[in-house]
């Protein structure tokens, strides 16, 4: 079973939310935002992450590039998109917004961002190839 997972980032804490390939939440954890931490979450060997997804933002480009690292396949998300996505929700919050960004890595719905680093100069659709960008 593939497993998808969002990461919405805050200064101090990061909401993880992890859903597997029928949309069904299996984990949801809120932790420091610090590389180290978020990599205990996904690092977990019952799942077998497809891809993961966060929101372009002051912090991104390091957490990508420490997560990518690390061999996650992260997709960052421009803010446009994320807001427009995300703004359906009834009752927004960090957990609900990891929530949302989790489903849209798992059906594909938005392009990807700009959370490359210097060390990263590859985005993570190059690991995973879109449907959208497979036409």
């Known amino acids: ?13 990061t909401s993880v939310c992890v859903i597997d390939d029928t ?11 610090e590389p180290e931490a978020i990599l205990a979450v996904l690092s977990d ?3 077998n992450i497809k891809r993961i997804g966060l929101e372009a933002g002051p912090l991104s480009q390091w957490l990508y590039g420490e997560l990518a690292e690390a061999g996650l ?28 960004i989790a489903h849209m890595m798992r059906v594909w719905t938005v392009p990807t961002g700009s959370c490359q ?4 100069p590859e ?5 995973d ?7």
């Open 1 to 13: 079973m593939e497993h998808y997972a969002g990461l919405d980032v805050s200064i101090k804490e």
């Open 23 to 33: 949309g069904r939440v299996v984990r949801e954890v809120k932790v420091p935002t």
């Open 45 to 47: 060997e019952d799942f």
């Open 73 to 100: 396949p992260m997709i960052c998300v421009e803010t446009r998109h994320m807001r427009a996505a995300l703004s359906a929700q009834v009752n927004k919050s960090d957990r609900n917004d990891a929530r949302g």
């Open 117 to 120: 680093d210097a060390s990263q």
């Open 123 to 127: 985005t993570a659709d190059a690991a």
């Open 129 to 135: 190839e879109s449907p959208a960008a497979a036409s």
